[in-house]
């Protein structure tokens, strides 16, 4: 099983940025595909981003050219740089593997896009 932490989120005016991180537990955290979810209230979680253990990268489309993902595996830790965000950005972040694995869901990060 692969415990997650997610920080850095924080409330930012539109067009500005944010770098989250997420910390992994475990020396199975390199093996496995990870990504950046969120959930916006009302809303079902979707997923933002992923990545491969090569590295090999993947995005929604709403945040194409706006998002980069990446990851440190011998640290256990992958970030998400967020640029140029949007109040539709607005939502609580999570990262998990993908496929999700049910009980590695942490209590995400929240990110608040508004003036």
């Known amino acids: 099983q692969v415990q997650l932490v997610e920080s850095g989120g924080g409330l930012v005016q539109p067009g500005g940025s944010l770098r989250l991180s997420c910390a992994g537990s475990?020396?199975?955290?390199?093996?496995?595909?990870i990504g950046w979810y969120r959930q916006a209230p009302g809303k079902q979680r979707e997923l933002v981003a992923r990545?491969?253990?090569?590295?090999?990268?993947n995005y929604a489309d709403s945040v194409k050219g706006r998002f980069t993902i990446s990851r440190d595996n011998p640290k256990n830790t992958m970030y998400l740089q967020m640029n140029s965000l949007k109040p539709e950005d607005t939502a609580t972040y999570y990262c998990?593997?993908?496929?999700?694995?049910?009980?590695?869901w942490g209590q995400g990060t929240q990110v608040t896009v508004s003036s």
């Open positions: 990545i491969t253990v090569g590295g090999a990268t």
């Open positions: 998990n593997t993908h496929p999700s694995l049910p009980d590695s």
């Open positions: 475990g020396s199975l955290f390199s093996f496995y595909v």
